[in-house]
């Protein structure tokens, strides 16, 4: 059985740090594309990250390049979200979630939510000012 557990969120101040995890099971990280998404209050779902090691691809939005940084351990089946000088707008619930299947070609394929299979349940990221 497939699934996610995603873990790590908290209370942060502006310019603090987090380090999410994903925990799989049911299949290996090492195969799949691996992304992170969130959703703000009121908001819709956004794209944020997506790790792929069996091609090697990393993906990044434009707004948090340079500050978020995604890789996984093979040992532990697990895929991590290093996010550093956080702000209120990085506030939200944070999903992992995983493509079993082919996935699209080109650069933004990765903010589709389509595109994947199984979703964990959530970690609540909340940014002070």
């Known amino acids: 059985e497939v699934q996610l557990q995603a873990s790590g969120g908290g209370l942060v101040q502006t310019g603090g740090s987090l380090t999410l995890s994903c925990v799989a099971s049911?299949?290996?990280?090492?195969?799949?594309?691996i992304g992170w998404f969130r959703q703000a209050p009121g908001k819709e779902r956004e794209g944020v990250s997506c790790?792929?090691?069996?091609?090697?691809?990393?993906f990044y939005t434009d707004s948090v390049k340079g500050r978020f940084t995604i890789s996984s351990d093979s040992a532990k089946n697990t895929v991590y979200l290093q996010m550093n000088t956080l702000n209120p707008g990085d506030t939200g619930i944070y999903y992992c979630?995983?493509?079993?299947?082919?996935?699209?070609?080109?650069?933004?394929?990765?903010?589709?939510?389509?595109?994947?299979?199984?979703w964990g349940q959530g970690t609540l990221v909340t940014v002070s000012s």
């Open positions: 979630a995983v493509a079993l299947g082919q996935v699209s070609s080109g650069r933004t394929w990765y903010k589709d939510s389509d595109e994947y299979n199984f």
């Open positions: 790790f792929s090691r069996k091609d090697g691809s990393t």
């Open positions: 049911g299949f290996n990280v090492d195969d799949y594309a």
